[in-house]
């Protein structure tokens, strides 16, 4: 049921060096991964970062919310309660 009587069957060795996977398998270890990284890990907050300033320019809401949100503390859109309170 495993295949015909080859050599290259059941006689000891290290399979795993045979075996592709996309990861690079057991013994992993890319050239300069630190390098890559790196440059991986700036190109994602070269992107990112003028999308949240962009987020931030534009984000409104018509009512205080209940809770503290994060992005009252830098978005300019903010009043304080008071603020809200004399509105309505």
Known sequence: ???????EHGHG??????????????YC??????RNTAIAMFGVFLVCIPIAMKSAE???RPH???????????????GTKD???KEH
């Open 64 to 78: 205080m919310p209940v809770r503290p949100i994060p992005s009252q503390m830098w978005c300019k859109n903010f």
């Open 83 to 85: 603020d809200y309170e």
């Open 29 to 34: 270890r890319p050239k300069h991964w630190r």
């Open 1 to 7: 049921m495993g295949g015909g009587g080859g050599a």
């Open 13 to 26: 060795g290290d399979f795993r060096a045979k075996v592709w996977s996309m990861s690079g398998g057991p």
């Open 58 to 60: 534009l984000e409104q």
